[in-house]
T-cell receptor, first 113, second 113 residues
Framework: DAGVIQSPRHEVTEMGQEVTLRCKPI?????LFWYRQTMMRGLELLIY????????DSGMPEDRFSAKMPNASFSTLKIQPSEPRDSAVYFC???????????FGSGTRLTVV | GDSVTQMEGPVTLSEEAFLTINCTYT??????LFWYVQYPGEGLQLLLK?????DKGSNKGFEATYRKETTSFHLEKGSVQVSDSAVYFC????????????FGKGTMLLVSP
């Protein structure tokens, strides 16, 4: 398996634009997690899915953020409109268990100018 | 709620020095404990784990022992290399099966030749 695949690796966008981050989890993993990492706040769990259903989105910072998982092999995290304070590295991870065996993707570094 | 506390970094060492990164935790049950490592520009990777008290996890020369009496899971390595320079995250997972991983804030390790 190629691991968790995220795209793009880097994204630079202007304030106010829509940004879509993509993730392909490992086949057979029932859980998918979206994290945000910044120097100030460290690693934050934004939302996670089980069998394509959102389970906990309490970490999503604002209504500008939304996430979907239309099928077992694809998820998106969308920010609309984007703001400079959204600049961070966004990680997707998948697992066969809610609290065990997470495999992380390489992340998307988002810069909003 | 559950929490993980790590020593603040950066930890700066010379090659072949002994490494200790402290980690203590707070949990209501009997958690599993993990160390993840993040190399520059990459996602987090599982380094080692321990699932019950007195277990020792080990990998790539790193070790950590699950100490229930002191609620600790300190990471150690006898002789660090420049290639060990990375950020190290301590994490826990409750045994209830209904919680996600709880991460510490991470400790950066810098090893100089």
């Amino acid at each position: 398996d190629a691991g968790v695949i995220q795209s793009p690796r880097h994204e630079v966008t202007e304030m106010g634009q829509e940004v879509t981050l993509r993730c392909k989890p490992i086949s057979g993993h029932d859980y998918l997690f979206w994290y945000r990492q910044t120097m100030m706040r460290g690693l934050e769990l934004l939302i996670y899915f089980n069998n394509n259903v959102p389970i906990d989105d309490s970490g999503m910072p604002e209504d500008r953020f939304s996430a979907k998982m239309p099928n077992a092999s694809f998820s998106t995290l969308k920010i609309q409109p984007s703001e400079p304070r959204d600049s961070a590295v966004y990680f997707c991870a998948s697992s066969w268990d809610q609290g065990y065996g997470y495999t992380f993707g390489s992340g998307t570094r988002l810069t909003v100018v | 709620g559950d929490s993980v506390t790590q020593m603040e970094g950066p930890v700066t060492l010379s090659e072949e020095a002994f490494l200790t990164i402290n980690c203590t935790y707070t949990a209501t049950g009997y958690p599993s404990l993990f160390w993840y490592v993040q190399y520059p520009g990459e996602g987090l990777q599982l380094l080692l784990k321990a699932t019950k008290a007195d277990d020792k996890g080990s990998n790539k020369g790193f070790e950590a022992t699950y100490r229930k009496e002191t609620t600790s899971f300190h990471l150690e390595k006898g002789s660090v290399q420049v290639s060990d320079s990375a950020v190290y995250f301590c994490a826990l997972s409750e045994d209830s099966g209904y919680s996600t991983l709880t991460f510490g804030k991470g400790t950066m390790l810098l090893v100089s030749p």
